[in-house]
């Protein structure tokens, strides 16, 4: 069993030492390129078209309702840090709304 590992451990060596060592030629590596290219191709190209059958099938997921928010998903232990100190930092119709109070 020891042996086998051993001798495992040198092929694994012997095969990055080879790797390393830059005698490919250009067109080896040009074929190898183009075997992950057609691979990558061969397994991305199934999952697109899953990916677009599933969203096709299964339709767009449901959203909350537009509308103010229930009581218990605005609490606020303390105000925000901005000027507009009720309003989440990307909820521009209540910055709008925050900043026309303010002019008045």
């Known amino acids: ?3 086998e ?3 495992q451990l040198r092929a694994r060596i012997a095969l ?3 790797i390393e060592s830059g005698n490919h030629s250009h067109a080896e590596e040009l074929n190898e390129m183009w075997k992950w290219v057609k691979i990558s191709i061969m397994v991305a190209a199934p999952v697109c078209v899953l990916t ?3 969203d096709i099938v299964l339709g767009e997921h449901a959203h909350r309702k537009e509308g103010p928010l229930p009581d218990y998903m605005n609490i606020r232990n303390k105000p925000f ?3 507009c100190e009720d309003c989440a930092l990307f909820d521009q ?3 709008d709304k925050c900043r026309a109070e303010k002019a008045a």
């Open 1 to 3: 069993m020891q042996k």
């Open 5 to 7: 590992v051993v001798a």
């Open 16 to 18: 990055q030492k080879e």
């Open 52 to 54: 677009v059958a599933k």
């Open 81 to 83: 840090p901005w000027e």
């Open 93 to 95: 119709k209540c910055w």
